[in-house]
């Protein structure tokens, strides 16, 4: 079912009158709703400014693509120097000209015809236009338009050109760059199931047509995801295309329809890689043998992701797993499968600028790896990953190790004991949180100076006593580099979770840019086998978004209460709406910020749910606050009295 658009030129930016007087076919950029676009909508064009209002309509004849401008359309834009020059421009609208100069830019193709001219002012006089956005604040360059509003349109303007017939694409069409998004997300049912878990939904929408919040709570209940996840899951598929909605009701995408009825997995793979970046460019990556952090490096350093964790990492190999696009070799490194060579060959890809880093890290070089993820972590981080990597291989010295190993665990926050020697595990974990839910975790420490451990040099029976002697209620194993598929049939026989060197390493480092509580950790050692860090990196990426967001709240406050005044959180609801620190963010959350940072607390910002709400303290004065409340949480802890 096709749908309605306007599509709004800037007459300072580009002569739309004189093009449509030329053109019968403009490649429109589409920088708003660029996922639900699609061949055979409808676009009305409006042109603002002075004489703003509805000039010409269109029919949608491409799906949007990475495109540079059309040598026939050169012509009717102007200049950047008189758009710099011109005082009514604003600087949001010069840095799209600049994209769209750069040529980094996502369009359409739109077959266009003129209309006979409807004026703003007659159209905010008919009910159904009185709030819509191009009425009221009309930022942007696409805008919805629902059935009844372009059904009253049809009265007034010339029928859209008819849709040529043309071939179609075996593969979605890839976004510009700058217009892919740079968050992917997981979904439930482990690596290799994410494309399950899709038909899953899929089943779910065709057969009760939910809403979008509807199918959140819907994947809230089947797979127990708290709702910011849930809510975060169903964003992203509609995001990437997966799953539309028209008029509130969620259907299945035109891609995953395809996708449904071939059963060729090569589709939602290049539709992801379409609408997210880094997927395919990891996997065109890994056609040489890559560990996750090799790929996060690379990620890092070349493509400019500046990623704090391997949630990213790993949320597109569970995607790319799950299509068959890449295996493991025998020491656990990631490499492209003859699928997945063959997808690469249809895919456009993004080149980066060459660079020369190589990202096989040996000891000396790990400080620099560290540098290159732009963490800035304190020099205690930087000390216990260089001795973890160091001791890991120093096998005439065990009791190294098994201390490092002891110190890595302390700064995740548990009390970690060191035990060794004959009968006794060599580190001892108690995370303290309350008689009920502290829990303890065994861990065997494993040297090796070839720098891997398989099977053979670990003793699953002793393991198994040493929980029950010490009451634990997990095991766990830290080697370097723990290979061979016999070590993990093994730990998933026995429940002991695996954690190589590099990704206690990488816990560590996670943990110096967004800690995290000792009941999150729990998550590493529920399963067995092969740590999966995913949820718990999850949880940090989440501690992140709600810091960035807690600081885009406040920015908006403190800019716009000088026009405005108090601003509610239905204001900042919709100041934020489509800007990606807030995806997945209901109304909700956003009062329960406010609540928190007007608290007595904190006071950051002052005022209420029912007056509305100022920043009334300097950042510098909101950090003293914050760090004075720190040093008294600390000071509790190490008090011993009641103090009541």
């Known amino acids: 079912m096709s749908r309605a658009w306007i599509f709004q030129a800037n007459p300072q930016q580009y002569n739309i009158d004189r093009a449509l007087e030329t ?6 950029r589409v920088p708003q709703h660029t996922h639900e676009i699609h061949i055979g909508d409808v676009a009305v064009l409006w042109r603002s400014g002075r004489a703003a209002g509805i000039i010409g309509v269109g029919r949608i004849a491409s799906e949007p693509q990475h495109r540079k401008t059309e040598d026939l359309e050169r ?14 421009t604003s600087h949001l609208e010069n840095k799209q000209l600049a994209s769209d100069e750069g040529e980094d830019s996502t369009r359409a193709l739109v077959l266009v015809r003129q209309t006979r001219f409807l004026p703003k002012d007659q159209l905010k006089n008919m009910p159904a236009f009185r709030e819509h956005q191009i009425i009221r604040a009309p930022l942007g360059t696409v805008f919805p338009l629902s059935d009844p509003q372009w059904e009253t349109l049809e009265d007034y303007v010339e029928a859209p050109p008819d849709l040529i017939d043309e071939p179609g694409n075996p593969l979605p069409l890839v976004f510009a760059w700058g217009q892919r998004a740079k968050a992917s997300q997981s979904l439930p049912g482990g690596h290799d199931r994410y ?15 939910p809403s979008p ?14 709702p910011t996840g849930a809510r975060l899951k169903e964003s992203f598929l509609r995001k990437v295309g997966f799953v539309n909605s028209d008029d509130g009701v969620c259907k299945v995408g035109y891609w995953t329809e395809r996708w449904l009825e071939s ?3 090569s589709i939602p793979i290049a539709l992801l890689h379409s609408r997210i970046q880094f997927v395919g460019e990891l996997l065109e990556i890994i056609r040489e043998p ?13 493509f400019g992701m500046r990623w704090d964790t391997k949630a990213q990492i790993e949320s597109r190999l569970g995607w790319l797993r799950s299509g068959g696009m890449i295996s493991s070799t025998d020491d656990g490194r990631l490499l492209v499968t003859d699928l997945g060579r063959a997808l690469l060959q249809q895919l456009v890809l993004y080149r980066p600028s060459p660079t020369s880093s190589d990202s096989h890290l040996t000891d000396n070089e790990l400080a620099r790896e560290i540098e290159s993820l732009d963490l800035q972590p304190i020099p205690e981080v930087e000390q216990l990953l260089i001795e973890l990597r160091q001791s890991s291989v120093d096998s005439h010295n065990p009791d190294r190790f098994e201390q490092a190993t002891r110190d890595a665990f302390n700064y995740l926050g548990f009390q970690a004991q060191w035990l060794g020697g004959s009968g006794k595990t060599d580190v001892l974990l108690i995370a303290a949180l309350g008689n009920v839910d502290t829990y303890r975790v065994i861990i065997d420490c494993k040297t090796s100076a070839s720098g891997s451990v398989s099977d053979p040099q670990v003793d699953w029976a002793t393991l198994d006593e040493h929980k029950s002697k010490y009451k634990a209620q997990y095991v766990g194993l830290v080697a370097p580099n723990p290979s061979g598929s016999r070590l993990t049939e093994r730990a998933g026989k026995f429940q002991v979770t695996v954690i190589s060197v590099d990704q206690l390493g990488g816990l560590c480092l996670q943990h110096s840019k967004t800690p995290l509580g000792l009941d999150e950790y729990r998550l590493l050692f529920e399963s067995g086998g092969i740590v999966d860090t995913q949820q718990v990196a999850e949880r940090a990426e989440d501690f992140t978004r709600i810091m960035e967001l807690t600081s885009a709240l406040c920015r908006v406050i403190r800019k716009r209460s000088e026009t405005y005044g108090r601003l509610y959180a239905r204001d900042l609801h919709l100041s934020l709406d489509g800007k990606p620190v807030a995806e997945g963010t209901t109304q909700a959350e956003i009062q329960q910020l406010l609540d928190v940072l007007s608290s007595p607390l904190l006071r950051v910002l002052d005022g209420s749910a029912e007056k509305g709400y100022l920043v009334t303290s300097s950042p510098d004065i909101s950090k003293m606050r914050i760090n004075i409340l720190a040093n008294h949480l600390a000071e509790s802890d190490h008090d011993d009295s009641d103090g009541l």
């Open 75 to 88: 012509e009717f834009g102007h200049s950047p120097s008189r758009i710099r020059s011109s005082s009514q």
């Open 290 to 302: 890559r560990t996750a952090d090799e790929i996060l490096s690379i990620a890092n350093s070349d």
């Open 23 to 28: 053109l019968d076919r403009i490649w429109w």
């Open 263 to 265: 059963h060729d997995d």
């Open 213 to 226: 919040s509807n199918l959140a709570l819907r994947l809230e209940e089947i797979w127990s995801l708290v």
């Open 195 to 209: 494309l399950n878990s899709l038909e899953t939904i899929c089943k779910l929408i065709i057969d009760e047509q």
